[in-house]
């Protein structure tokens, strides 16, 4: 496969043939000793928004940094669309926008600088950005709202304006693939509105998003698929079939708060038990059968018709027979 000419765009979405992002069986130890990742596998195709999702400590961040590169898996592979991780990230094919504390914000560099750093792709050895390269970081600031800070440090930034730089210099990048390590931590609801309607045009545009998140309620309005971790995979696919009561359960144990409504009125469960469970950010709500329940009905049509069948089913069959 040849690489792409420095001043385009090294795959234009639109065009391309779909991507797949393949994490194979990795296990990942850190130089203490302690295994964060063990025999973790998933699979991911573009023009998807996948959410990471796992409580402190499950190997989130680990995960990025396999892929990334930083870290080096003890076993199994990563590969996007049959290549190498290497091969794949020299031709520019991920972006990374890291958790804050990862950053050296005392770095003096202004936010115009950081935004230009993900054209490096596409500049000779020295550097030196063309008009295209300016022109792509001015539209990259531009959806993210940030242009007019162009000119402040990085360091004098507020923490989700920090953010939505970093998500400038990954647009700027052009990747098909785009990483993004809690990017709503400590992001008030207009700028998290305003991130999820960026990544939703990036999806339709034929981006794959792979989002790790605290955040759980968020999670089944903009992620259509899901990958739950704790230290490997406990459950991956649609987000409406990982995302049941018994999933996050296992994944987050007693971590999440627990309500229990016996005659609720959510939709159209009046009269039906619904049980609330909630990370304290927004709530998640199950009716009958553990289903999750949507805060909107609008696009999820298929689903409600699945769950139809399948309670109609349900009432069909012949009652257990009780000794
Ligand atoms: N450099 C390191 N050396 C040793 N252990 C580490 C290192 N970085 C992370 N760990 C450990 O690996 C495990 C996974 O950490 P990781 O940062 O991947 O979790 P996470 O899911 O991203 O957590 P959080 O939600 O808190 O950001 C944790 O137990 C952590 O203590």
Redesign the pocket.
Known sequence: MTESPPDSPPHSPAESPPLELSVEDITVS???G?V?LRDTRFRLESGRICALV?V???????LFRAIMGFVKPSRGRVQVGGRSMQSALKAGLIAYVP?AEEVDWTFPVSVWDVVLMGRYGYMNFLRMPRARDREVAEESLRRVGMLEYRDRQIGELSGGQKKRVFLARALAQRSRIILLD?PFTGVDVQTETAIIKLLRELCAAGHLILV?T?NLGAVPEFCDWVVLINRTVLAAGPTEQVFTQDNLVRAFGGVLRHFKFDESTVQKHDEKAVTLLTDDERPLVFGKGGHLEYSHREGKEDVLAERDEEEAEAAAAPEPRSR
């Open positions: 850190y130089p203490n302690h964060a796992g402190n400590g499950s190997g989130k961040s680990t958790q809690e790790s605290h």
